[in-house]
């Protein structure tokens, strides 16, 4: 099969996309639309003109990744915010089976722990609240009491999405980066629970880590979540002290923290000192409110929703990624060569993948494998072959093992722009 060459940084087609989103009295600093089409070769360039709002929808060719000055190793990715640190990956950066940890996006509430307060041989983990018996261990004590296991496990940012709504919602704006499948090693969370005897009584945990209030208030708590308990038991979340084998980064949650996969990140603890497990729904910091809820029906755009009709998100939705080739690719016309990504659906499975090429009249089925455990991403991948010289955009959808689908569309508005999983698009230009 072929395979598609990516385009340069300084392509035509990126000086179009910004003269099509720059203020009108700014569009003199960049070169005339037929002047950027000429320099472009005239490939597809009707099609590219009405495209350019639908693929900012989409995800499709704005977004170009750049350099992270913020954080250790992690080249190439895109800074959202400084202030507290959220970083996400373009998805090109995603191909890899299981994720590199200088590939991991970041999501930051708060300001990490000094690096002279992490010393991974005095971290302490506390287990207390309505349990028999209320546990302080030890990196080391986990390690020599309990089985250590290791798992790759999907971690996403509910808010992975939110750069396409409208009207926009507050937050970082991620488009699709904020996911990520490495390989997790640790004990099961559930294995610490029953070792200090959840008592019947339990509704709900309460996460705790060292992160710092960004005021630097030490009485104020940056993030503090939870999950109901029968979440907790699941056998598959961990409370993890490396990344693929290897120290997790610092940004990542070094030296310990909770991995809750199929829900969203904001649940999975870093920094992680303590667990509490309590008789009601944890009231912890982001736990309430609009924070992590959607309305319990649907809202028409713009609403401004009461809190006392938002719910918590548990499950996020069935997603895929295309991976492969980059947007903005060229390749040989009438040349078959592969499509590929992820895909993941929460507590769900995937069942069935599928790429479109002309705009979601026909479908392609894709070759789709089964996940290396139960919270792995499932890899596709799809031959396709461009049928003539143009433009093209490359439409991904997975549907899960409960049959739903993903939207082409942003689904259901919400104020905080939590669980868009529309299709995720990319543009070739067969040339």
Known sequence: MAEAVVRDRDDPVDQLLRRERMPTEDKSKLPTRRAILTASGGVGAIAAIGSIDHLSAGGGLVGKAHASENASGKEGLTVLNDRPLNIETPAHLLDDNVTPAHRMFVRNNG??????????????????????TPLTLSIADLKEKFET????????CAGNGRKYFSPGASGNQWTFGAIA???????????????????????????????????????KEPISRG??????????????WSINGEAMPADNGHPLRLVVPGWPGSCSQKWLTRISIIDKV???????????????????????????????????????????????????PRSPFEVRGHAWAGDRSVAAMHVSIDHGKTWIEAELSEP????????????????????????????????????????????????????????????
Not at 111 to 132: C, F, H, K, N, R
Not at 188 to 211: I, M, N, Q, W
Not at 379 to 405: C, K, N
């Open 282 to 332: 944890h009231d912890g910091a982001k736990m309430t409110g609009q924070s992590y809820r959607v309305p319990a029906y649907p809202v028409p755009r713009g609403t401004q929703v009461a809190d006392e009709d938002m719910q918590i998100i548990g499950s996020l939705p069935v997603r895929s990624l295309i991976t492969f080739p980059e947007t903005g690719a060229r390749v040989e």
């Open 372 to 431: 290396a455990n139960s919270y792995a991403w499932q890899h596709w991948r799809a031959a396709i072959t461009l049928p003539q010289a143009g433009y093209f955009e490359v439409w991904a959808r997975a549907t899960d093992s409960s049959g739903e689908m993903q939207p082409a569309t942003v689904p259901g508005w919400n104020p905080k722009g939590y669980l868009n999983n529309m299709q995720h698009r990319i543009a070739l230009y067969a040339v």
């Open 111 to 132: 300001l990490p722990p000094s690096p002279t307060d992490v010393e991974p041989e005095a971290w302490t983990l506390s287990i207390d609240g309505l349990v028999d």
């Open 149 to 156: 296991v290791t798992l790759q496990l999907q971690l996403e």
């Open 227 to 240: 999950v109901p308990i029968e979440k907790a038991l699941d056998p598959n979340n961990l409370i993890a």
């Open 181 to 219: 499948c490495p390989e997790w090693t640790g004990v099961r969370l559930a294995d610490v629970l029953k070792a200090a005897g959840v008592r019947p009584e339990a509704v709900y945990t309460a996460h705790y880590g060292a992160d710092i209030h960004l005021t630097g208030d030490p009485a």
